[in-house]
């Protein structure tokens, strides 16, 4: 399908009501990243998919033409290995929870491979730039990635590293300031086969959709969350809704704090602030030494990613193993380990 050509009037017709067919998305996504298109009628595209209804089919031929272009997947056959990442575009200044809790699920015994994307959100002192002020590189390559998650049961991946043509498109997402079907896709776009994988999303209505993904990607387990209160993670200032694939089946549920003892906590004390207090944070965490606020929000966020692992069998399990970890230093181990073998 050529699109240059056709372009004006299909996007009418979207903006009128019709949606993007599957071969029009994947079409779309090829001349998006090979230049056919200008920057205009990316922005155009983008913006035309946020006003349509999604399926996880259009969402997963769009994330099939970005592997396809770039074919850089890590065949492997490690256990347990999952993600923990969120969207982004929760408009909130906190800390990097999931970082911090993919941190902990390492030392607890997954192998987390944290895929994450550069410039989508506009948080001060991001999770890359922790690891600059810790010294410790991300992985530059398929080999360095998989040589990390074999060794020290943890890798640090960057969307610009692993998909270098995407760079242009992730400035104009960046430019338009707006959530975008790409906040969707890419967290589904990790290099390294996964078995299990947990997701934080930035509205509601994103829950079953991305279930339906992790199912036809084939994931074992899959926990998608939306915390009440906006923040892409499991909250603890709020309710959080859940979405979970286990088994093939995909079910929903509505958990809080108080549900696995935890108290509820004010948002403000999850807020960060500049890469030196950040980086002093995720330390202190995993020293047990942060606020209440922190350590509960990263060990109940752990606590799922494990489930995810299949370390566990239920998040009350996870909770207890992700404190085990904390408290016996495992997680700060872990970490010495890991940029130790970065460098």
Known sequence: MIIDKNFSPMMEQVFAGRGFS?????????SMIDGTLSDVRIAAVLTGFRFLPLSEEVIIRILKTIQENHKNKIKHTLPHVVDCSGTGGDKTSTLNILTISSLVTAGAGAHVARFTGVGISNKSGSSGDVLQMLNINPANSLDNAYDQLNKCHFSFLQLNTFYPTLKHL???????????????????ANPVNLTGQFIGVYNKDSLPLMANCMKKLGRNRALIAYGEDGLDEISVCSATYLSKLENGKISH????????????HKIKDLFGKDVEYNTKILIETLK???????????????????????????????????????NSGKALKMLDKWKNNSN
């Open 22 to 30: 599957i071969d029009e998305a994947e079409a779309l996504t090829h």
């Open 170 to 188: 992730m400035d104009i997402r960046k430019t338009l300031g707006f959530k975008t079907i790409i906040d969707l896709v890419f967290p589904l």
């Open 253 to 264: 549920d509505v958990i809080k704090p108080s549900d696995f003892g935890f108290k509820t």
């Open 288 to 326: 047990n030494r942060a606020h209440s606020a922190v350590l509960d929000a990263v060990i109940l966020n752990a606590a799922a990613t494990l489930w995810c692992a299949e370390l566990c069998d239920s998040l009350s399990e996870g909770i207890a193993l992700a404190k085990e970890t904390i």
